[in-house]
């Protein structure tokens, strides 16, 4: 028997130490996730410049000018709206890439320099950079034919666009339909052509090799002798400590990235070490009152306290209101109706004369008690006859 008892002892306790071990396990298993997660993620970022032609990465696009230099065309390369303004000319192409770091003055001043415009990707401000050219919405970068007689995409033929799709101005160019527009869209306003592209994957150096991605860059960046190649500023030059800016770095910056994650680990621990071994609540208790009023009680308390103060005039007003409340929606009328439309609707269900019914949910207080007893009565007839109605 103290076998048996033991055993059921022990059979007891197994549930809740499988559950401590599946906590134990589940909390394992986030530390570890949380761990790996951001080596998986710097693994896969390629290190480089986006778009940088002076950049040999994946990302960057040190081939397209290698190319456009081979075909004579002069590459300027400039980090900062100001220097590409003073660079730009009227034999010059200014491109602006969705690695230039742009605001809206910066984008006046582009769209005031000399010379054409070539703006690829999501660049912001293209209100003040293209006027006129309205976004359509996101569509998914593929290889597209271009489907339309402009030289420079005729020539290159099928070539990897996309990412957003654009309509133009009255008189301009689309290319590359896609979704309900173009990827491609070009126009001349004020002596300048403007050529707009939803993506710039096509000329970094992991798709320039890819269907005519080559050609449509080449075409489109070498359309004049001079190209103003607008990239991101240089970071190492900050990392260096100088700057080419001269701006203080914050202390967020000087964090490393795996410090972030080391903290965010202990975080999530520490919180499901809180959340396994915290206090659980157990049921809500019903406390006894100490003193129960039942509800005749109650009424009979407010009857005597209106009868000792003779007012018949509120106690009125209350057998009145209660009434028209408990009529209103058996009349299909709103909580919110007067009593005057009650005791119209009243009348129209019973057939009876409306004046007698007005008179009773709304004549003047009775005179002495046995007028109160008798209303109250006629208003319980009145109920009962709109119920059995």
């Not at 271009?146 to 420079?152: K, N």
């Not at 190209?227 to 964090?255: C, F, H, K, Q």
């Not at 406390?287 to 209106?306: D, K, M, N, S």
């Not at 028209?324 to 058996?330: E, G, H, I, T, V």
Request: aromatic share 4%; net charge neutral; with cysteine.
């Amino acid at each position: 028997m103290t076998a048996g008892i033991a055993g059921s002892a022990g059979t007891a306790r197994t549930p809740g130490r499988v559950r401590q071990a599946a906590w134990a396990a589940a909390l394992v298993l986030l530390v570890l996730i949380t761990a790996v997660l951001p080596l998986l993620l710097t693994g896969t970022q390629s290190g480089g410049r986006t778009l940088d032609p002076s950049d040999t990465s994946l990302d960057g696009s040190a081939a397209l000018a290698r190319l456009l230099q081979t075909h004579g065309v002069e590459v300027v390369r400039v980090e900062t709206p100001g220097a590409a303004v003073s660079a730009a000319g009227p034999s010059a192409l200014l491109l602006v890439t969705e690695a230039s770091f742009l605001d809206r003055g910066d984008a006046g001043r582009l769209a005031a320099a000399f010379g054409d415009r070539l703006v690829v990707g999501s660049v912001p401000y293209l209100d003040v950079l293209a006027p006129g050219v309205q976004r359509e919405g996101p569509v998914r970068a593929r290889s597209r034919a271009p489907e339309c007689t402009l030289p420079e995409a005729v020539r290159a033929g099928d070539a990897y666009t996309g990412g957003m799709s654009f309509t133009g101005p009255r008189g301009s160019t689309g290319c590359y339909p896609a979704g309900d527009g173009h990827a491609l869209v070009r126009y001349t306003a004020e002596e300048h052509t403007v050529t707009v592209l939803g993506d710039a994957s096509f000329m970094t150096n992991l798709r320039l090799a890819e269907d005519g991605n080559a050609a449509l860059a080449l075409n489109l960046a070498g359309a004049r002798p001079r190209l103003v190649w607008l990239a991101a500023p240089d970071d190492s030059d900050e990392a260096g400590g100088g700057g080419t800016g001269g701006e203080a770095r914050s202390l967020g910056d000087l964090i490393p990235g795996g410090v972030k994650w080391a903290v965010l680990q202990l975080v999530v621990a520490v919180a499901l070490a809180a959340l396994w071994r915290g206090r659980r609540l157990g049921p809500v208790v019903a406390e006894r009152l100490p003193v129960v009023v039942r509800a005749a009680e109650t009424v009979e308390g407010r009857g005597r306290l209106y009868r000792s103060r003779r007012a018949r005039d509120r106690a009125a007003l209350a057998l009145r209101a209660a009434a028209a409340d408990r009529l209103a929606p058996r009349l299909g009328l709103p909580r919110t109706a007067t009593p005057e439309e009650v005791a119209l609707a009243a009348a129209a269900r019973t057939g009876r004369d409306p004046e007698p019914v007005l008179t009773l949910l709304c004549g003047p207080p009775p005179g002495n008690d046995t007028a109160l007893v008798a209303l109250a009565a006629h208003l319980d007839t009145l109920e009962r006859q709109v119920r059995d109605s």
